[in-house]
């Protein structure tokens, strides 16, 4: 009877597929709005950890439908083997998933050009090389091809031929393998082939469930910081993950959304390129990255790690309207004597504690830290406040009065239960 979103408050991979599955026990559909297989879910079925890029991380509840939003960008093959993957963990995806009509395709020609793009530029963004970006450009283009084009096959292949004879005409063979481009469009057919009877009116199922009161839950991919208007530009992916990309990449009213929960882990990690001004290059960024397990899920890289920057994250807060935050990965800490916690940036002297007023500044900011004691004591599979040593307790408290925004759901563990709510 409501709608709830769960939105990455920070530079993404804050977590977000176990939130997601953790609330799904009472949702009825999840939907997701922006981005695509640059995503990583990561969720455990029967203690096994799989990751998923752009099949909403409900589908793993058999209560759930799931819906592909129209904001999104849909990779035909990564999609496939998606759903490969969660048949083989006996989870039935048909009749359950809804890829909408007006969901983007990312084509082999994408890839190719995030990855060539990459490759010659001079200051590379640090992208997943899933063809995102030249995926969204050509929707703003208006040059891109719609899921609807896939129940058309004729129709797909005759824009698969534009696309092609484009590519040939902007880059030759030392730029972009067109063999392997070829080679790949075989397989891309079939696949485009084999999501077809997916591809359904997810405007529709959404309403329509709204008006018979069910549980929705809106799924958000990266991070707010990562947002192509209000994020760390140009550092930032192509969409809007943040609560403004709900109401188009959903064709959702803003106003319908009862609750945003923004989800935060209790320390900061970013991956590619970009300022981060908290970020820790000494052994104790190496310490988080260790005992974190801090490698992109979708990439294997690692991610840069980094103390609690509370000024970016009170940014998030105020642009996405969170009604709650869910704080994970609070057990990382458990061995730090000290915790730190960034509540302001220096610039030439002088102190801000608003992101927006320095945030085409963030490689000149120095962060000023406040420090607090560790707790140097378990905190791993907790599943109530009062069990939290006192200083975890503490250190939670602050960070909500920091943020201004109650801090309610906090994961101990990756498991399903090792989690509290307040
Ligand atoms: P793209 O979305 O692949 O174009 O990458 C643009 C930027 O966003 C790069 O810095 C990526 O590392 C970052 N990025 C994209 N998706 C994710 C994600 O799911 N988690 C964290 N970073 C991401």
Redesign the pocket.
């Given at each position: 009877m409501s709608v709830v979103s769960v939105i990455g408050g920070q530079?993404?991979?804050e977590g977000k597929g176990k939130i997601v599955d953790y609330i799904c026990r009472d949702i009825d559909l999840v939907a997701r709005y922006q981005?695509g297989a640059?995503?990583?879910h990561t969720v455990y079925i029967n203690n096994k950890k799989i990751v998923l890029h752009q099949i909403p991380s409900g589908i793993i509840r058999e209560n759930c439908d799931c819906i592909l939003g129209n904001g999104m960008v849909v990779d035909p093959i990564g999609l496939v083997e998606e759903i490969k993957l969660l048949e083989s963990f006996n989870i039935n995806v048909e009749d359950r998933m809804y890829i909408s009509f007006n969901s983007h395709i990312v084509t082999p020609f994408h890839k190719m050009i995030d990855k060539f793009s990459e490759s010659k530029s001079k200051s590379k963004?640090?992208?997943?090389?899933?063809g995102?970006?030249p995926a969204y450009v050509d929707k703003y283009n208006r040059a891109g091809i719609l899921a609807f084009d896939l129940l058309d096959h004729s129709n797909l292949n005759l824009k698969l031929q534009s696309k092609l004879s484009d590519l040939t005409s902007q880059y030759d063979n030392y730029d972009i393998d067109l063999n392997e481009v070829n080679d790949s469009l075989d397989k891309f057919k079939k696949c485009c082939q084999k999501i077809s009877k997916y591809i359904k009116d997810g405007f529709n199922l959404l309403h329509e469930r709204h008006k018979k009161n069910s549980n929705i839950l809106i799924e958000g991919?990266?991070?707010t910081m990562?947002d192509i208007d209000h994020g760390t530009y140009p550092?930032?992916?192509?969409s809007s993950p943040t609560s403004g990309g709900i109401s188009t990449g959903l064709g959702f009213p803003g106003n319908q959304v009862d609750e945003n929960i923004g989800i935060f882990k209790a320390y900061t990690t970013r991956?590619?390129?970009?300022p981060f001004p908290t970020e820790l290059n000494d052994r104790f960024g190496e310490k988080l990255r260790r005992i974190g397990s801090e490698f992109g899920a979708?990439t294997g890289r690692p991610r840069r790690c980094g103390w609690f920057d509370a000024v970016a994250a009170r940014y998030s807060c105020k642009l996405n309207g969170f009604t709650k935050i869910a704080l994970t990965k609070l057990d990382i800490l458990d061995e730090f004597d000290e915790v730190l916690i960034c509540n302001s940036y220096k610039v030439k002297g002088k102190e801000y504690s608003n992101f927006s007023e320095v945030q085409y500044y963030l490689n000149e900011v120095e962060p000023v830290f406040q420090h607090f004691p560790g707790w140097n004591e378990s905190t791993y599979g907790k599943k109530s406040f009062e069990e939290l040593p006192e200083n975890a307790k503490k250190y939670i408290l602050l960070l909500s009065n920091v943020l201004e925004t109650p801090i309610k759901i906090i994961s101990t563990g990756p498991k399903r239960n090792q989690i509290i709510s307040i």
């Open positions: 530079w993404g991979d981005g640059n995503a990583g963004i640090g992208t997943t090389l899933k995102i970006g991919a990266q991070g990562l550092y930032v992916t192509s991956v590619g390129e970009g979708t």
